[in-house]
T-cell receptor
């Protein structure tokens, strides 16, 4: 069965360290997204990609970067981790923008809980 | 002001009750409206999807969209303890990105 996985599931790091969160999907979806979820804010978009070599900034992109070298993976890098980046991070994927399904459903991974001390 | 507003709750109701969850929004160009359900320590999953105004029913769940009032609702009939979760509304304009509400945490008490 197709799925979307994230690793690690839990991570504790120190301020200033570089951290990379992995996201891998076997849906063969063109679109991939990274969100962070915090109390009172719901899901906020960090970065997204509509295909290989395409990356775009979301509403809370400062301090984060992504790269898309293949269809299956979109790793999220925190260049220099800050305590404000303590959060739960979700990766999601969906079919192409012009997919025949109007809902263009996003399929979410299980999340990575990141703590920055 | 946030583009999509959702009361975060928490909301606690007895088993069998009718639950009403709501979101308001400011962007009149939104066309696609969704409800995602998220169980504790899991990723969100699409529950209901509605295009433009109107109602959609799926078993015990009914989604309503009132574009004139910029207001969407999710009703759960005969609520069950297994319905306990966080419910997130989401919406988008055409092929644009999804915009999520803050999520409402719902508990159904046996």
């Amino acid at each position: 069965d197709a799925e979307i996985t994230q690793s690690p599931r839990h991570k504790i790091t120190e301020t200033g360290r570089q951290v990379t969160l992995a996201c891998h999907q076997t849906w063969n979806h063109n679109n991939m997204f990274w969100y962070r979820q915090d109390l009172g804010h719901g899901l906020r978009l960090i970065h997204y990609s509509y295909g290989v070599q395409d990356t775009n900034k979301g509403e809370v992109s400062d301090g984060y970067s992504v790269s898309r070298s293949n269809t299956e993976d979109l790793p999220l890098t925190l260049e220099s981790a800050a305590s404000s980046q303590t959060s739960v991070y979700f990766c999601a994927s969906s079919e192409s923008q012009a997919g025949f399904r109007g809902n263009n459903e996003q399929f979410f991974g299980p999340g990575t809980r990141l703590t920055v001390l | 002001q946030k583009e999509v507003e959702q009361d975060p709750g928490p909301l606690s109701v007895p088993e069998g009750a009718i639950v009403s969850l709501n979101c308001t929004y400011s962007n009149s160009a939104f066309q696609y409206f969704m409800w995602y359900r998220q169980y504790s320590r899991k990723g969100p999953e699409l529950l209901m999807y509605t295009y433009s105004s109107g109602n959609k029913e799926d078993g015990r769940f009914t989604a309503q969209v009132d574009k004139s009032s910029k207001y969407i609702s999710l009703f759960i009939r005969d609520s069950q303890p297994s319905d306990s979760a966080t419910y997130l509304c989401a919406m988008r304009q055409g092929a644009q990105k999804l915009v999520f509400g803050q999520g409402t945490r719902l508990t159904i008490n046996p």
